[in-house]
């Protein structure tokens, strides 16, 4: 009972509201157009928890999301979204293991469960997008070569997502931002598959709080680095 009290005590009350709206919100939908995948609302319950530790700078955050990562990966997997399939099982988890271990080497300081904020150089930054941008051009041709669905959104969506773990794993203010924009992305492709298949529109749910969730940890995140270097 006293580390339930001590966890709520530790978010804001803005916070818990937000992850209790997450998760009704999620809920909700999936009442009314799945009812049957319990492994989509699972998956979008343990990301929208995760999203909202990730905003505190909590190691929590990187764990949560390996999880959810092998749980997409499974339901991209469902649709023949081979590009999300390998993304999230073959470089998503594993860069949020990275982050994880990052991370918890990474205090603010002694005894903190909050991640030290990092401001990249140039020359990291443009290795990122030099790298991102080979990643996109490699992933095409591996993604066409499977028939991918939705072929174009998909390489976006590797691209975006590479982009934002890379930041992620090295502690940039900008990492929720370019999860964001990976969100949008997932957004439409999820949308696409809903024409076919209503019951993905809970799916579509899923990621709209995501980016909602996203921009309130890039928020959270500059009040963080501003706190962090006074």
């Known amino acids: ?43 979008s319950i343990v990301g929208a928890t995760a999203l909202i530790f990730n905003a505190k700078g909590n190691p929590m955050g990187p764990f949560l999301l390996i999880i959810f990562c092998i749980l997409y990966g499974i339901i991209s997997f469902g649709f023949a979204y081979y590009g999300e399939m ?25 005894g903190k469960v909050e991640v030290r904020v990092n401001r990249l150089k ?8 030099v790298l991102t941008l080979f990643m996109t051009v490699a992933f095409y041709f591996i993604l066409k070569a499977f028939n991918t669905a939705n ?10 997502s590479f982009f934002a773990v890379c930041l992620t794993f090295r502690r940039s203010v900008f990492f929720p931002l370019a999860y964001a924009v990976n969100d949008v992305v997932l957004i439409i492709m999820w949308i696409m598959a809903a024409i076919t298949d209503i019951s993905y529109v809970s ?28």
């Open 122 to 129: 140039n020359k990291e930054i443009i290795f990122i997008f």
């Open 203 to 230: 799916v579509i749910v899923c990621f709209i709080v995501f980016l909602i969730n996203d921009m309130n940890g890039f928020f959270s995140w500059l009040r963080m680095q501003k706190r962090q270097e006074n």
């Open 1 to 43: 009972m006293k580390k339930l009290k001590d966890l709520l005590n530790y978010f804001s009350k803005k916070e818990l509201i937000l992850w209790f709206c997450s998760v009704l919100f999620i809920t909700v939908f999936f009442c009314i157009f799945d009812r049957e995948s319990y492994l989509t609302l699972a998956a």
């Open 86 to 110: 390998i993304t999230f099982l073959g470089m998503s988890a594993p860069m949020s293991l990275f982050s994880l271990i990052s991370w918890l080497k990474n205090p603010y300081s002694k």
């Open 151 to 160: 072929l174009i959104m998909s390489t976006l969506s590797v691209s975006t």
